[in-house]
Nanobody
Framework: QVQLMESGGGLVQPGGSLRLSCAAS????????MGWYRQPPGNQRELVAL???????TYEDSVKGRFTISRDNAKNTVYLQMNSLKPEDTAVYYC?????????WGRGTQVTVSS
């Protein structure tokens, strides 16, 4: 089992920045990839960014150049630095940890981009 605790969401104006954090605990040795998905209001959950155990990264096209995913292995924590935020980035952001036979999810953190 893997437990995930997200933090860092909130309300920000367009053009602003936020940093999300996701701390993993439990069977962290089994984690192959970690990252973030988001679910905008009235829409399905979608990929934002992933980082693998070899530090390779994947980004959804609309966030490339604005968002950066990184991790601190000593703290078992993954970060999502979000810059140049747009109203369309408004969503509940979910942390995920992917193991060979399963995917674990955090409870989500709300990000609202509005003036």
């Amino acid at each position: 089992q893997v437990q995930l605790m997200e933090s860092g969401g909130g309300l920000v104006q367009p053009g602003g920045s936020l940093r999300l954090s996701c701390a993993a605990s439990g069977s962290i040795f089994s984690i192959k990839r970690m990252g973030w998905y988001r679910q905008p209001p009235g829409n399905q959950r979608e990929l934002v960014a992933l980082i693998s155990s070899d530090d390779s990264t994947t980004y959804e096209d609309s966030v490339k150049g604005r968002f950066t995913i990184s991790r601190d292995n000593a703290k078992n924590t993954v970060y999502l630095q979000m810059n140049s935020l747009k109203p369309e980035d408004t969503a509940v952001y979910y942390c995920t940890a992917i193991v060979p036979t399963n995917a674990y999810w955090g409870r989500g953190t709300q990000v609202t981009v509005s003036s």
